[in-house]
């Protein structure tokens, strides 16, 4: 089997397409709840359960758009005309998201659901097709880490414009209202743009047939596919780790750290790109030398070990303490960001050697479904835990409400980083092993002895 590589162009269109992604998914994660609680005025449990319950149309509409964009082939393949054709109102969509409409609560609590419905369905449209593009730009593994560490870095410096300027932007004007909207208006635009040029730049070179297979039987050979469950299960703990940190992160700046608006809350809220950035970089270089999936556990062993040191090293007011722990701990968490998203499509790979069903669509699908409902679940670990600590945007701030704030962002997300780990001890397929599974020379089994384990780390 020949390795099919990949043009600098190719992975630069590539790239462009998570930009736009993470430009949406840093917004509708890391500042739409304290948009909603600080700028709306929605309780933060309230605001915690909007983050779940929408997410749970995902749970219909994540696997159905697997599923077409796998039966259904045209002239430019499965996957990117979706990208194209969703581009323009995933743009609009983000803009309408940083809006308030009416005078009441119930009124501009109904506006949120509506508008944060429409961006996850927009959200879905583009981003099944994408993340499953991987597999049909290059067959190569090495080569889909190489891709997925320039969609990293590309997508981690575009999310700077969310985690840096926007807060920058809102927090420097008197009208905050106005100043998220014109934000997100500004980067609607620059997220279609991305969006088109992913999809004019990328090509579907692995030719894959359209899935005739019956959904009753590909839901089965799911259930079969023991790796495919392990890595839902890490990818629903993965993403509450990010978001329980990210939904509090612009409020812990301010209230906790002791940020002033403007600059510096825009400092310390871009450590989270910054150090993505540079993890991306980083873990390259350490999967050349290192087996994936071990760099991957022992990140989040580094993560959760970090969490808990910044509770304990930070104190109220230390603002350039916390800045340089936050800036730690997003590197930390980010080493794992490229090779978990090279693992979806060998795990969809080994289930179809394993049980004879292709359900990769599907399989697709549900994992983008776990990381949204993980999402949508720290919305709810969010709003409690403030809720529990007594934090209220208009109240004042006791010694309680400030050590919520520090938990908040450090052990709470370090409990589930910490458990991802462990859920990841449990995956085998290493590149090794893929590559041999590829070639025939070993056949996928629901077990894996201990020293074929270790023969293949």
Known sequence: MSKIR?????????????????????????????????????????????LLLVRCIDAVTDPAMGWMTNRYKTRFGHYRHWIGFAAIPMGV?????FTTVGDTYNVKLAWAYATYIFNTLMFTMVTIPYISMIGV????????????SWRFTMAKAATLLCTSLVPYWVTSHDNQVQGYATSFMILGVIGAACLLFCAYHTKE????????????????????????????AACITLMLAFLVRGNIAFIYATEFAGASFGLQVSIFLGMWSVGGILAAMVSKQLTRRYCKIKVFRFSMYASALMGVSI????????????????????FLTDLNTPIFWALISEVSDYGK?????????????AISFCQKLGMGLSGIVTGYTLQYFGYSADAEKTTDVLNGLSLSLSIA???????????????????????KMMNGEIQPSKTVSNTTIKSQA
């Not at 969509?93 to 998201?97: D, F, Q, R, V």
């Not at 509770?311 to 997003?330: D, K, M, N, T, W």
């Open 6 to 50: 990949m043009t600098t162009l190719q992975k630069i269109g590539f790239g462009a397409g998570d930009s736009a992604i993470n430009l949406s998914m840093i917004s509708a994660g890391m500042l739409i709840y304290a948009f909603h609680v600080q700028i709306v005025g929605l309780t933060p449990v309230d605001a915690g359960w909007l």
């Open 93 to 97: 969509s983000m803009y309408l998201m």
């Open 137 to 148: 730009i290059t067959n190569d593994p090495d080569e889909r880490i190489t891709a997925n």
């Open 205 to 232: 070179v692995v030719d894959i047939e359209p899935n005739k297979q019956p959904v009753k039987e590909q839901l089965k050979s799911l259930l079969r596919n023991d790796q495919w469950i392990v890595l839902c």
């Open 311 to 330: 509770y304990f090293l930070v104190s109220e007011g230390q603002y350039i303490p916390a800045v340089l722990c936050y800036f730690l701990y997003c």
């Open 353 to 365: 050697k394993k049980t004879g069903i292709d359900a990769s669509g599907i399989s697709m699908g």
């Open 413 to 435: 997300p370090a409990f589930f980083f910490l458990l991802t780990g462990l859920i990841i001890k449990k995956y085998f397929i290493t590149t090794e092993y893929y590559n």
